[in-house]
Structures are given as C-alpha cells and as structure tokens.
C-alpha cells in the first residue's frame, strides 16, 4: 500500500489561507502539516529582531524581552483549539464576502509559553493601563483603504493577565513553525484565532480602546446587512461541533456506521453531544472520548445501526457547562463570524 496522506484544502496561496483536512485527522493534536494556515498579509521576513519582544506603554519600567529570555522562565504547555472566526462562512445564507471556509478552519495544538501576565509583572503596569496591545511582524494592504497596515490586535486586561494567556515559543513540543508565528506567538485560549496573534513583534498597554481595523472593522459582528449599528466584538468561541464520518453525500452499504467527530467550546466545557439520523427529529446521546483538557475539544462517537435503505440526514448537536448549545441556524452577520449550527451530512443507505 502506498503511505497516502490527506492534504490542507487551499483557499487562497498569497496571503496563504489553507483549510485543515478535518474529516481525514484522527488524532486529537493536529500534526503540525495539517494545522490551518490563516494569513491576511503574505508571510513576513524573520531578522534578528523578531527575536525581541519590548513591552512598552502604559508600563512602570518598559523592558525588552529576548526570545531566549522566555525559555529560562517557567512556562505551562496547554491542549487550545484554535478556530477561525470566519470557519463555515460559506455556509451562511444569504452568502456572505470573506474566505469560503467549510469546516476545516480549526485545528488543536499543544503550545508551551510563558504567561503574559508574568512578563508584565517585570514591567509593571500603570493605573491607567486598560488594554493590551499585540503587533504582529506581517504587514501589508487593506482593500479600500489608504496605508499599510499591521496586523495588530488588544485584548482587555482581564483577558491579557489571565493565567493561561500566554506568549508561545513551541507548538506540538518543537519550535513553532513559521507559518503559524515563529519565534513568538501570544495564545489566547477560549476566544476565535484572530485573538492569538502571530510573529509578535510588539506590546504596548494603552490607556484607551485600541481602534485598529482588525480590532474595530473586522472581527465585528454586525447583525445588519447596510448599516453598522448593533456591532459586538468577536470574543469566545461558540459551542460547536463537527461530524468527520462519514462525508457528506456518501453512498454506504446496509449496516451499523460509526459517526464520528469534534466538539469544543469556548465557555466550559463540552457537556454532551446529541446525535440525530433523521434531519434533527430524534437526538440520541453520543459517547463523548478523548481528552478532557479545559481548551480542548473532545472526540465522539455513536454507532448507528442503518439497516434500512434510503437517504439519511445525520446532524451533531453540542452543549456546553456555560448552558450554550449549538442552534439549528446560526446567526446571521455580514461578515460571517461564528457560524456554529449543528454539523450536517447526508448519506444514502443502499
Ligand atoms: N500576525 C498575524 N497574526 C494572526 C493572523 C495574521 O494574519 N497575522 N491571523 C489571525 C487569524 S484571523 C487566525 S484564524 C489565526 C490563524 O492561525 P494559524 O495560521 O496558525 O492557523 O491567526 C491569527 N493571528
Ligand atoms: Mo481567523
């Protein structure tokens, strides 16, 4: 037998933007290959300096950290599910502008780090500190609009000095790859990815609300098709769920079927996931495996006993500890953040 591997599902090549081929990975850690590649700029030059971090602003003592410094500092390692906020855009009706992710703009990774909170306990912060911002090394053009911009992001300051928001040197127990922000990273667990910002080249604690076009004009949701009014940051990421097997419109022989798949959730955690064989009249229980790592996702299964031929609706259903669980339709927004439906898949028994 030749060793075949599934390949990433290409979206665009500059600025790389590569979908995970989910339905193909068993392994609860994704294998750094087929980790998802999401990049709004094309791929930054890494120089001597990418390996300093100054940490400035709104500090008592302004410092600047080398890479090398964060690997003599005690550090944690955390299992995170990373989803793109934008994951399933495709899938919204009415259809919606932006990258046509299915479902594979999600991957888990194991990230070790040292807490940001711990670097700024060397800085300090000032009273007039209220956000945090990271600058990425990637620059580039926005369409319509004048300049270059950076990617660049805050975060609020209870999210920044929480325990496991940390600033990543490793992903999967090596040096983290460059495309997914070699040498340094911040990691934000629970929220969408755009959170955890790569190639970091920059702190700086700001004592007003970080008004760059990352922050203010994507990674928005706006509930209105032409008007921005009701607008909410992205932040945590929905209860969501996706079925692997089988794919979508297969044709199987009479028998019983393992469905299998993922959960995650960026509230708690995952508490039970409910499948239905009948275009979500029935639900019944799937056994929830694998890890139970608090930013992780969970592996599921349920064996299904399709004796009977014809044509089979199966759709996944999660619930999370924080009372979330996924809807039937997802809410729509014009730039189709956050979908989390349940997952869907036809198949003909024969
Ligand atoms: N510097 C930088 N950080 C970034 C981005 C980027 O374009 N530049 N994209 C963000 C978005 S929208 C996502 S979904 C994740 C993708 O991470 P990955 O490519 O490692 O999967 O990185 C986030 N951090
Ligand atoms: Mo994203």
Redesign the pocket.
């Known amino acids: 037998m030749p060793d075949i591997k599934p390949y990433p599902i290409t979206r665009s090549l500059i ?1 790389e933007n590569q979908e995970s081929p989910i339905h193909f990975l068993s392994a609860a850690i994704t294998p750094e290959p087929y ?7 094309p791929y ?1 030059a890494i120089t001597g300096e990418s390996f300093l971090l100054p940490v400035s602003g709104e500090v008592m003592r302004p410092l600047t950290f080398h890479s090398q410094d964060l690997l003599r500092m005690p550090s944690k390692e955390i299992a995170v599910v ?5 994951n399933n855009r495709s899938r919204f009706q009415p259809e919606v502008y932006g990258e046509q992710w299915e479902g594979g ?1 999600v ?1 888990q990774g194991v990230w070790r780090g040292v807490p940001l909170r711990d670097l700024l306990k060397w800085t300090g912060l000032s009273a007039e500190a209220k956000e945090i911002v990271f ?4 620059s580039g053009k926005r369409t319509g609009q004048e300049g270059t911009f ?2 660049a ?1 805050s975060l609020p300051l209870d999210k920044a000095l929480h325990p496991d928001t940390i600033i990543a040197y490793e992903l999967n127990g090596k040096p983290i790859p460059f ?3 070699y040498p340094l ?1 911040l990691i934000v667990p629970q929220w ?9 080249r920059k702190i700086t604690a700001i004592r007003h609300h970080f008004q760059g076009p ?1 922050q203010e004009s994507d ?1 928005m949701y706006f509930p209105e098709k032409n008007s921005d009014e009701g607008k909410t940051p992205v932040t945590a990421i929905h209860v969501n769920s996706i079925i692997q097997q089988p794919i979508n419109y297969s044709v199987l022989k009479a028998g019983t079927h393992r469905i299998h798949g993922l959960a995650w959730t960026g509230n708690g955690r995952i508490t039970t996931v409910e499948v239905s064989t009948d275009g979500g009249k029935r639900w019944e229980q799937a056994t929830i495996q694998g890890t139970r790592d608090p930013y992780g996702w969970v592996t599921w299964t349920y064996a299904w006993a399709a004796f009977e031929q014809g044509d089979y609706t199966l759709m996944s259903k999660a619930a999370d500890s924080a009372g979330f669980i996924q809807p039937a339709e997802a809410r729509w927004n014009r730039k189709g953040y956050g979908y989390n439906a349940y997952s869907t898949v036809n198949v003909k028994i024969e």
């Open positions: 600025p980790f998802f590649r999401r990049n709004h700029f930054p990373m989803e793109c906020s934008g703009a991957s600058e990425g090394t990637d950076t990617f992001r495309e997914h922000g990273r969408y990815a755009m959170a955890s910002v790569k190639w970091l990352f990674y």
